[in-house]
């Protein structure tokens, strides 16, 4: 195993990154790049050894950190996201190599909002309010204490993104963390150890530990030297995760997967309902937030599904790194053939695929095409359960009660999207759906200032903001006595 992979030019470390030195394994895996199918690195496979060797690391780094004053904190993760700018070329051409995401969302958007993670919760840090009020002459002070280390655990579909936006907020509240990337997209995590080193974080503060979930995940997360889990990734392995830190009680934030409702009531803007729905195919359809369940009311319902069936036969689908592509591949063959599984079975529960149906043969690879289903029996899987892939389906429905009532319908609950001209109607649906977010006439607009999580299995806990820090850091009230001399 080389210690750095040149990937679209670049040049990457595959190494841990653990108490400021590069760290090697044992063993490798073989990092894929959906693209084209061929190995762009072998990556080191960590496990319970590295795993303790990042949490020692950075538990000797954390008192450090956490007693760095907090305007020496927001300076150094200011010049963390000056880093990350400076790299925005380089980090979105490894990305899209690493797990097929369209070039020109990462170069455009991603990346600067990754960048934007770190300036936003630096400038949290600096403002956090201490709330201080009075009981019977007693002064009542809450204080955000750092809590420890923190374990970061992350998926493939938008890796950099989702690990800042647990990272930046760690570090700010002052804990050092240990970061593990998804196996099928681990090397911008590595690229983000070199701008916070750069930057000046001390060592041991960031540790990067790479591998395998199932080996190096699970002993992080079940390692009693952690004293915050955050997660984002499947429902199953989340369930595996709360259990390996129950252990140890450990508090963990959960971000779980979805099977968002998209409404649309026929006094919305067709034009903008068209538009959108077309967006929930963003990223090949791995997105957790998309809103893959189309629910559309009665009186647009045939308009709508001839007109989004027009707009998607012109999505071109290709390779990401074109500027003219708006789908590529999906990540892994296990996760295509998980894709596939779902449409076969779909069909077979009697859905009717009215546009795509299976992989792109023309251009072969895990290229698959975007698919809608009608008809599909209430209650059945592909009405249910989350695909993570370019997959929605259409259901009709005639007003209000029906509308939550089907969108209601999973055990899912991490976003809605609801389209309607009457702002009446938009409070009193968007009041009874259960979400961790509903979007009324819009959608993906995300302030870092908003609360942000699932409702029932889409997850545990609310980031974002003060949320954020709620959770990274242990909330203290001090509450005096007068002082009598
Ligand atoms: P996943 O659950 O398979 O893996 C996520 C991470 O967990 C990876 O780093 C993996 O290596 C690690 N892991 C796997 N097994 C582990 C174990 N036993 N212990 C500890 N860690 C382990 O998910 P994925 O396939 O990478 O990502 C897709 C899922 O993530 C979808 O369900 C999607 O909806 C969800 N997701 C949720 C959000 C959100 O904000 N709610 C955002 C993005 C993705």
């Known amino acids: 195993m080389g210690a750095n992979a040149i990937v679209e030019g670049v040049e990457v470390s595959t190494l841990h990154w653990i108490g400021g030195q590069r760290v090697a394994s044992d063993e490798s895996f073989a990092d894929v790049s959906p ?70 969302s990462m170069r455009n958007s991603v990346m600067p909002r990754v960048a934007h993670n770190f300036h936003f919760f630096a400038d949290k840090l600096a403002r ?12 009542n002070r809450v204080s955000w204490d750092p809590a420890g280390v923190a374990a970061v655990v992350t998926p493939w579909n938008a890796p950099l993104m989702l690990a800042t936006w647990r990272v930046a907020p760690a570090l700010a509240a002052g804990n050092a963390v240990v970061l593990k990337p998804p196996e099928w997209a681990p090397l911008t995590a590595s690229m983000l150890a070199d701008a916070a080193h750069e930057a000046g974080l001390p060592d041991g503060v960031l540790n990067v530990l790479q591998g395998v979930g199932e080996e190096a995940g699970a002993a992080l997360v079940s390692h009693p030297g952690v004293a915050r889990v955050a997660f984002t990734g499947s429902v199953a392995t989340g369930r595996l995760v709360a259990a390996g830190a129950a252990a140890n009680l450990t508090p963990v934030s959960l971000e779980l997967g979805g099977k968002s409702p998209f409404v649309a009531f026929a006094d919305a803007d ?160 968007s009041s009874r759906l259960v979400a961790g977010t509903v979007w009324v006439n819009c959608f993906f607009v995300r302030d870092l200032r908003a609360p942000f999580g699932g409702s029932r299995n889409s997850g545990i806990g609310r980031e974002g903001g003060v949320w954020s820090f709620d959770f990274y850091a242990d909330v203290k009230n001090v509450c005096t006595a007068p002082w009598t001399r």
Do not use: M
């Open 35 to 104: 693209i084209h199918g061929t190995t762009i690195a072998e990556v080191a496979r960590g496990g319970a050894r590295e795993a303790d060797l990042a949490v020692r690391a950075a538990r000797e780094a954390f008192p450090g950190w956490a007693s760095t004053p907090p305007a020496e904190r927001a300076r150094i993760l200011h010049a963390v996201g000056e880093g990350i700018e400076r790299r925005v070329p380089e980090l979105a051409a490894v990305e899209t190599a690493d797990n097929g995401s369209l070039l020109r």
């Open 128 to 139: 956090l309010a201490h709330e201080g009020f009075e009981t019977r002459g007693h002064t």
């Open 270 to 429: 067709l034009d903008a309902v068209v538009r959108q729905a077309v967006n929930q195919y963003d990223n090949a359809g791995q997105v957790c937030l998309a809103g893959t369940r189309l629910l559309v009311e009665d009186p647009i319902h045939d308009e709508f599904l001839e007109r989004l069936t027009r707009a998607v036969a012109g999505l071109r689908q290709g390779d990401p790194r074109e500027e003219a592509t708006d789908l590529g591949p999906l990540v892994a063959r296990e996760h295509f053939d998980r894709v596939d599984g779902f449409v076969k079975r779909a069909r077979a529960d009697g859905a009717r695929a009215a546009i795509g149906g299976g992989p792109n043969d023309e251009l072969g690879g895990l290229y698959y095409r975007p698919t809608l289903f009608v008809d599909a029996p209430e209650g059945s899987e592909i009405l249910t359960q989350e695909v993570f892939g370019p997959v929605l389906t259409l259901q009709r429905f005639s007003g209000e009660d029906e509308a939550v009532a089907l969108a209601n319908a999973t055990d899912y609950g991490l976003a809605a999207i609801l389209y309607t001209g009457d702002p009446g109607r938009a409070e009193r649906v």
